[in-house]
């Protein structure tokens, strides 16, 4: 076989990438209990609108929807979503949007146009593993910032914002892994920080309308304007097959340059796609389909927390989600989650170490538990089991070694 030259960026070691394909071929088996994606529910999928839609939209605007279009977007739908922000305090119009080929590729654009090699950006500790994949093609200096039950390590974020990175990329809400949401005075300090810098904060925002109470939370948005870079996505809320998600930039010459590389990459994200989308929230109620899911994740969230309780080890330590779809656990330093997981595979239960999730961090002892994709029964089940294996695992651990 030939050997060619590739670029530097294609064979860049993916520590993310590695560990992850290394998870999805130990999660390929028979009568797997998985907590270890971040799967929506499919019994949350509005099949049978969907194809309603689908239908018609072939019949009024079949032409127009299998044509080119622009890179923007579909603007009937950029105009839903620029009120969905208008109903939550946030003045997005839709002239400020591009509809994007899910968030995953936002992060694609802003990156290509925001980084150049090692420039310094700041994440949070730990982080939504694909992002930093998506960061790593491009080279930058990432600082990784604490959180806490507060939100995030203000005193670490000063500091690092010392260093005047070109961005902050944040979950402030349901985080990805965590479950953990930034509270209102974390978020206010934050903006008035980020304030006194030209550091961009971008703020990705999947879970936002997934959350399990009436809490609601102080939009960062208002506070800092076109400093802020807002992303979104439909893949969490109606289906993430669609592959249709956004970036809200009020910044004119950002937006420009992001549209500009979203022209290069693919023209325009899938027409049809969008006005399927934009059809079926018309004909539908948004907030009744998010009632539904909310009500299914909230139940799987507390039946899982419940069961922690009753199997874990009181010393292995949990996030409690108010939203989102992930939960965060601390194991005895002892015990690290790959060691873990390693055990809890060969018992057909599937779970997320947390080593992807940091960027320098390993042998970390802390996983991601996805609550979203079993019934209630089978969290049980295999929360049982994973409470069985931390126990056994502790117990090991702690005998003492024969000569």
Known sequence: MKTFNYSTRSTRPDFQGDFLDMM????????????????????SFPTQEMAAATQKVLDQHGTIAMQYSIPEGYL??????AHQYLKQGIDISANDIIITNGSQQALDILSAVLIDEGDKILIEKPSYLAALQVFHLYNPKINSVTLNHHGIDLQELTAYLEQKPKFFYAIPTFQNPTGLTYDNETRIALANLLKKTNTIFIEDNPYGDLRFNDETFLPIYPLLKDQTILLGTFSKTVSPGMRIGWIACSNSYLKQKLLAYKQIVDLHTNIFGQMVLHQYLCDNSLEQHLEKIKKLYK????????????????????????????????????????ALANEAIKHDIAIAAGDPFYEEERNVSTLRLNYTNCDLKTIDQGIKILGQIIKLSLIHISEPTRP
């Open 299 to 338: 139940e799987q969230a507390e039946q899982m927390i419940t069961s922690i309780q009753k199997y874990f080890p009181a010393e292995v330590k949990h996030t409690i989600p108010q939203g989102g779809m992930f939960l965060w656990v601390t194991l005895p330093q002892k015990l690290t989650a790959v």
């Open 76 to 81: 009937p739908l950029r105009q839903f979503i």
């Open 24 to 43: 999805l071929q130990a999660t390929n088996k028979p009568n797997l209990i998985s907590f270890a994606g971040g799967l929506p529910n499919p019994i």
